[in-house]
């Protein structure tokens, strides 16, 4: 269980934890593993999720997911044209919308980000750890100066 005023003082922040889908890069399912791989080798970051045409959540994937495919399968970049859903990762730790900070910390213990997730599985964004760990540094710093104003 969280301290209530810690829990208090984070969730007043909460505004920030989400990132809307709508501003992140994310994969079509029925996207090719080719097309994919070359996104992800020009991306910065090491897991996107990946969703269907209509905004339905899938999994993750990463460009050590396709190479390790292609490498297994021995096969060139052009005959990466399955559809990326085929190795996409479909095990991962979200969180609905109307989530619980001490499941989003739990959970982001082994979690770069946590998908949040709609009553019908529409995908509406990530948390990311670092969101949560400006929250926290926000705390330790200034947790004593707040209460002192209250």
């Given at each position: 269980m969280i301290s209530p005023k810690i829990e208090q003082f984070l969730l007043e922040q909460e505004e920030t934890f989400l990132t809307p889908a709508?501003?992140?890069a994310v994969i079509i399912d029925s996207h090719n593993m080719d097309h994919a791989k070359l996104l992800l080798s020009h991306m910065s970051y090491s897991r996107?999720?990946?969703?269907?045409e209509d905004n339905r959540f899938?999994?993750?994937?990463?460009?050590?997911?396709?190479?390790?495919y292609q490498a297994e399968n021995e096969l060139s970049?052009?005959?990466l044209y399955q559809d990326i859903s085929l190795i996409a990762k479909?095990?991962?730790a979200t969180v609905k919308e109307n989530y619980e900070l001490a499941e989003v910390l739990r959970k982001l213990?082994?979690?770069?980000?946590?998908?949040?997730?709609?009553e019908d599985g529409e995908f509406l964004g990530i948390i990311t750890r670092k969101s949560i760990l400006k929250a926290f540094n926000a705390l330790v710093h200034g947790f004593d100066i707040i209460e002192k104003n209250k």
């Open positions: 709508d501003k992140l996107v999720p990946v969703v269907t899938v999994g993750t994937i990463g460009l050590n997911e396709i190479i390790q970049d052009e005959e479909r095990d991962v213990i082994d979690e770069s980000f946590l998908p949040v997730l709609g």
